[in-house]
Structure formats: C-alpha cells, structure tokens
C-alpha cells in the first residue's frame, strides 16, 4: 500500500523560508517516478487548492499566488518531492497536502506564517 508522509511545516515569521518533504514508501522508486506529484494547500476555512506539481519529466506548474517564490523539485532515488517555500506570506499559512498519481494523499504538514 502507497503512502505520503508530509514533513517540514512549522511557524515562520512573514519573509521566511520553508521546506517542505513529501516521502513515499510501499512503492518502487521505478514507479513511483512514472508519476506526477502536486503539492496542495488548504487554508482554514477554505477549500483545497493546488499549489505547485511535478510531472513524471520534471516539468513543473505553479499556481499564480506562489510563483516565483515556490519551487517543486523531486528526487527519484528516495522517492520524495520537495517544496521550497521562500518570501512567505500570511495567506500561505494551510495545511499542505502531496499527492501522488492524482490517487494517494497524505495527511498533511501545517504551515503558519505569522509574526
């Protein structure tokens, strides 16, 4: 059985810096990179939004509100995705969720950016 596990989050004063791990287990490294992975975010009261992904070729996508200060990397050989969150705001404090082949979810890493 795959599973995520999220790690990272924390309390960051505004203009901080963050990163963000998402780890795989129950599956190959040879499938597990056959897949897209995205990090999702859901701020209190808010609905779960996408955040940032990373295809299975390394091509990533950023939501409008985090790019420029958000970057998605992955590393294959330990079956983890990365998110590094820099210049935080406020409004990125949520909970951040991966997921992996649009299927698996973890259970997500709370983030709060405030002074």
């Known amino acids: 059985q795959v599973q995520l596990v999220e790690s990272g989050g924390g309390l960051v004063q505004p203009g901080g810096s963050l990163r963000l791990s998402c780890a795989a287990s129950?599956?190959?490294?040879?499938?597990?990179?056959?897949?897209?992975v995205g990090w999702y975010r859901q701020p209190p009261g808010k609905q779960r939004e996408l955040v940032a992904v990373?295809?299975?070729?390394?091509?990533?996508n950023y939501a409008d509100s985090v790019k420029g200060r958000f970057t998605i990397s992955r590393d294959n050989s330990k079956n983890t995705v990365y998110l590094q969150m820099n210049s935080l705001k406020p409004e990125d404090t949520a909970v951040y969720y991966c997921?992996?082949?649009?299927?698996?979810w973890g259970q997500g890493t709370l983030v709060t950016v405030s002074s």
């Open positions: 990373i295809t299975a070729g390394d091509r990533t």
């Open positions: 129950g599956i190959s490294r040879s499938m597990f990179r056959l897949y897209a």
């Open positions: 997921n992996w082949k649009s299927e698996v």
